[in-house]
């Protein structure tokens, strides 16, 4: 299995370790993805995820 597959999967359920498997720390985009978990219920923070490992 690709590992692009398998962070989209995981981009679904847990967005924020999605982001941060494939930046491979805790940046910018880590803690912007949380925030978009948190204060969009969730669906701000899997679209974003899907937005960094996509591009």
């Known amino acids: 299995m690709d590992n692009k597959v398998v962070k989209i999967i995981i981009a679904l359920f847990i967005p924020p370790l999605a982001v941060y498997m494939h930046e491979g720390k805790i940046g ?3 803690w912007i993805n949380v925030a978009l978990w948190i204060f969009l219920f ?3 923070g899997i679209i974003h995820a899907l ?3 996509l591009k």
Do not use: A, E, L, R
């Open 28 to 30: 910018t985009n880590f």
């Open 42 to 44: 969730g669906i701000g």
């Open 51 to 53: 937005y960094i490992i």
